[in-house]
């Protein structure tokens, strides 16, 4: 947190990516959110990965709910347009924001409070219709914008820093996001850069409803002890990585990872998917053992992280609908007025 | 004997029928051969909230004057379900006709001595005729059509015609549905003694005239006014407006090279869904609607004003029926007046539209998409039950083809790279209304944030009590600038001076129109003023001022459009007299004439004849 002002003059010899932008060119205004909010990392994450795979900054919109998550969008890609609507509505926004013009990358930002109680509803069906956007949940398990209130993924028996336990069963967003249809499941930790910025580049890249899952601890409501949100407890944890650097609570995390096998999986489009971290015989196309590995992961205590499902043939809600190649906000009376000769045929039926 | 009602092209006749039965096509059926005529007919559905097997009603008012409000009271009753006999029979006005299927007795107990009593053995004539119990079902409906069509003279080639265009290139479909019309017609003709004294006479009154319900006729308006998203969540009764707009764009919309839609509809998980889908594709820049009733309104409402905060354009059809819950909802009321009009949390005020016939639904939802770009704001088009779900002789649509979209105040690329200066908030020519840019317009110039209250001018976050002031009052300036662009009031005036006024809107039209007429036969001049639009223009206040009395009338219990009169035009709220309707039938003339009449009374107004007399 700063209230220093960001130069906006860059250096002239930083580089650029193949459609001529620098990175800077990619970040928003200073962030707001707490010094450590592993929020910033996500930010800066996504940053990083819309630099790197060339996109122009103003063809992304930018979409979010309400809370501190919701709040990120302002601090990347300050020349998108952006649109911080109402709490656990985004989905349905960026549903009808990406009817109005499929030419857009849709990135929606949210949080489990957002996505997972009041917008539960919203998440489940966005991921049904296959909206073809990129979703990031940045989950800490709490409500940080009112000071400390468990979210619907709070672990059961987990404490809130008051010492209160937790008694309700917990909502996986990811668990939950494969049963709904989602074609690109991914979970991440906000420290681990290494493992998110390839995420999110492969969700931008994903036709479909592409989610991401980043747990991303509060370092001012759920990062005691007794808090399964906490970066002591993710880093112990992570059934992925086990190698984090220890970081002191207000400082932002970032870790590196030691690669492990690769598989690649190419997408219908051709594009292909390097994935890291996880097992030999993990096969992220098989949902059905995706989700039976989810839930034996859970069970054993572990947070599991990286892609974890991808169907390679995805389709999006605009394939559903059979709708036209050109934007529907580009037609004009030309295209879609049928005229008064045929308004007198219409008339002429009613009589 | 009971006397009999005699009358020429001036009666009301009610279908009570089992829902489910196929009777809604056949009543439709005996409308229109009456329309094919030249006399106007004013159907209504009454249907409670079931699909299959319980009561359903289907009543006509046959009106050579073309009178489209409904009328009161029932003539001739057809009474096809033993469910409701007795209300059915009780309901008949003295002298009346009831048609009923007298295949099995019926106790004396079961009828009135003041009414005619028609009895044709309709379950045993489609019995012998039938084998198919689905045919014999379905073509029981047809053969009661026969059989009216003699008892009233109705033209059975009109009927006929009907058929063989409803049936067009299916050959046996037809022949089957004339031989039962036929069957039916014989049968009265040998077996029931002759026409009644309900009869249709050929009339020139239908003219160029359509029949279409307002649902069909608002979808129309979307096609026609450019809309191409539409986000919807199934209540009746507004279902069948998108369900119309599906209909129309897949005839309409499909691009003949690609057989790709030129259109996008989602059928949300709910009403919170469909206006923010509707509220993220204006954002973006296509026109983009939902159809709803009360309860989705009450649901859509925290959207709602982040989108009148925010500056969105959408369109919102609100097809207004009774309260919440299931049952009184099948039935119509103009209850919604003031949710929408300040819907949702903080100050706001929103554009409503109040059509009054299916003619309106179709030029004010066209009309409503251009209001919303224009003023970048969600406009209502309130419309209802009455409206919307009963077919409505109503003038002819019209388009003209040199009009184009009003897409409002867009900021384009050229623009913005010719340095015009982009403030997202800013009034740049007093109307209150800035400029926009659709997202993805310009790599480095016009993008912005969207929030709901927390900004400057230009789009930059801020908390400031001076910030938020100048924004808010900006948009009271738009609302301003709104009363110039919404239809405006007109004006009935009446043929003598009068000293009453009245105010109406939307649905109550046509009732209102014939009760000015019946008022003034007997002495009781009323100028009348239909308010089409909120806000309300300056011609409301000057009405308002120039009668010492004005009656407000509405079809809700709380003269919610008076409170807006007053709370908004600042009309004296002592000159406002109420005429309130809210059972959930439709308002009538009767109901009008006798609650203008009492009030005239208490007023101790002379009917001007008796003075003369």
């Known amino acids: ?351 | 004997m009971a006397k009999r009602v005699e009358a020429v092209n001036d009666f009301v006749i009610k279908f009570a029928n089992v829902n489910g039965s196929g009777s809604a096509s056949a009543n439709e059926l005996f409308a229109r051969s009456i329309l094919r005529m030249g006399v106007p007919v004013a159907p209504r559905n009454i249907f409670p909230s079931n699909i299959q097997g319980l009561p359903t009603w289907y009543e006509v008012r046959v009106t050579e004057t073309g009178y489209q409000g409904r009328r009161g009271g029932v003539d001739l009753m057809v009474a096809m379900n033993p469910q409701t006999w007795d209300a059915d029979v009780k309901e008949i006005d003295e002298g009346g006709y009831l048609f009923y299927d007298n295949t099995k007795p019926l106790p004396k107990s079961k009828f009135r001595p003041d009414i005619n009593v028609i009895g044709m053995p309709l379950t045993e004539i489609c019995n012998s005729t039938y084998t198919d119990p689905r045919q014999r079902q379905l073509f029981k409906n047809i053969i009661y059509v026969g059989a009216l069509s003699a008892l009233m003279e109705i033209d059975p080639n009109e009927i006929e015609r009907l058929f063989s265009e409803q049936y067009k290139g299916k050959e046996a479909l037809l022949q089957s549905n004339v031989k039962a019309l036929r069957l039916g017609r014989d049968y009265a003709q040998q077996h029931l003694g002759g026409p009644i004294g309900l009869k249709v006479r050929r009339a020139d009154n239908v003219g160029h005239k359509i029949f279409i319900d307002g649902n069909s006729a608002a979808a129309l308006g979307a096609l026609y006014g450019g809309a191409t998203v539409c986000a919807w969540y199934p209540i009746t009764p507004s279902s069948s407006l998108a369900e119309a707009f599906i209909k129309y764009c897949q005839k309409y919309r499909v691009d003949p090279a690609t057989g790709k839609s030129k259109f996008a509809i989602v059928q949300a998980e709910d009403e919170l869904a469909s206006i923010g889908m509707v509220i993220g594709a204006g954002w973006n820049g296509a026109r983009a609607f939902t159809a709803t009733s009360g309860p989705g309104i009450s649901l859509m409402t925290e959207f709602i004003g982040l989108a009148y905060f925010a500056e969105i354009p959408a369109v919102i059809v609100d097809v207004q029926r009774g309260g919440p819950s299931t049952g009184m909802p099948t039935r119509t009321q103009q209850s919604d007046i003031t949710a929408c009009a300040y819907a949702s949390h903080g100050d706001t005020k929103h554009v409503l539209l109040f059509p009054e016939d299916p003619t309106e639904c179709f030029e004010f939802t066209a009309k409503a998409f251009d209001l919303a770009e224009r003023l970048q704001t969600p406009i209502f088009m309130m419309t209802d039950l009455d409206i919307g779900m009963n077919t409505r002789l109503c003038a002819p649509f019209e388009w003209d083809d040199k009009a184009t979209y009003d897409r409002g105040k867009i900021m384009t690329a050229e623009m913005l790279e010719a340095g015009r200066d982009f403030g997202r908030y800013l009034d740049v020519d007093g109307d209150g209304i800035p400029f926009r840019t659709y997202p993805g317009t310009h790599p480095d110039r016009g993008g912005y944030f969207t929030r709901g209250t927390t900004k400057n001018r230009y789009a930059g976050y801020s908390e400031t009590g001076p910030d938020y002031i100048d924004n808010v009052q900006r948009l009271l300036r738009k609302f301003e600038t709104a009363k110039k662009l919404v239809p405006a009031p007109l004006l009935y005036p009446a043929e003598r001076p009068a000293r009453f006024g009245a105010i109406f809107f939307g649905s109550t039209s046509p009732a209102m129109q014939e009760a000015l007429h019946v008022l003034a036969d007997r002495g009781i001049h009323v100028n009348a003023l239909r308010v089409r639009a909120f806000p309300f223009q300056d011609e409301i206040n000057d009405f308002v001022a120039s009668h010492p009395w004005v009656f407000v009338i509405e079809q809700n219990r709380d003269a919610q459009l008076k409170s807006l009169l007053v709370n908004e035009a600042k009309v004296n709220p002592s000159r406002l007299l109420s005429v309130l309707h809210y059972d959930g039938t439709p308002i009538t003339a009767r109901f009008i004439v006798e609650q203008i009449s009492q009030h005239a009374a208490a007023r101790t107004v002379v009917p001007l004849k008796k003075v003369v007399s």
Request: hydrophobic share 35%; glycine share 10%.
């Open chain 1, 1 to 351: 947190m700063t209230y220093l002002a960001k130069p906006k003059l860059h250096h002239p010899d930083l580089p650029k990516n193949a459609v001529g932008f620098t990175r800077r060119d990619y970040e928003g205004r200073i962030s707001t959110l707490c010094a450590g909010c592993g929020h910033d990392s996500i930010s800066a994450a996504i940053i990083q990965a819309c630099w790197e795979t060339d996109i122009e900054p103003h063809r992304v919109a930018k979409l979010s709910g309400i809370g501190c998550s919701s709040k990120t969008p302002d601090y990347f890609l300050g020349n998108s347009h952006g649109f911080n609507s109402v709490h656990g509505r985004m989905p349905s926004v960026a549903t009808g924001a990406n009817l109005a013009n499929r030419d857009l990358l849709y990135l929606g930002v949210s949080g489990d409070g957002d996505s997972a109680s009041i917008g539960i509803g919203q998440f489940a069906h966005c991921m049904r219709r296959g909206v073809n956007m990129v979703y990031i949940v940045e989950n800490n398990g709490v409500y940080g914008l009112t000071k400390g209130q468990f979210s619907a993924t709070a672990d059961k028996g987990s404490k809130s820093k008051r010492g209160i336990a937790n008694s309700d069963e917990p909502i996986d967003m990811v668990g939950l996001a494969m049963q709904l249809g989602a074609s690109f499941v991914a979970r991440s930790f906000s420290g681990d850069k290494n493992q998110l910025v390839p995420l999110v580049k492969a969700a931008i890249e994903h036709r479909g409803a592409a989610f991401i899952d980043v747990v991303s601890p509060c370092v001012a409501f759920n990062n005691h002890s007794g808090s399964t949100k906490s970066y002591d407890y993710v880093r112990e944890h992570n059934a992925a990585v086990n190698r984090l650097d220890f970081i002191t609570g207000r400082e932002e995390i970032t870790a590196d990872y030691e690669p492990g096998t690769v598989t690649i999986v190419t997408q219908h489009d051709g594009s292909k998917l390097r994935l890291r971290k996880l097992a030999h015989d993990y096969d992220a196309t098989d949902r059905i053992k995706v989700m039976n590995l989810l839930q034996q992961s859970a069970a054993a205590g572990e947070v599991m992280t990286g892609l974890l499902y991808v169907d390679p043939e995805s389709s999006d809600l605009h394939e559903h609908l059979n709708t036209i190649e050109t934007p529907l906000n580009r037609l004009g009376e030309r295209e879609l007025c049928p005229g008064s000769v045929a308004l007198e045929k219409i008339n002429a039926a009613l009589r």
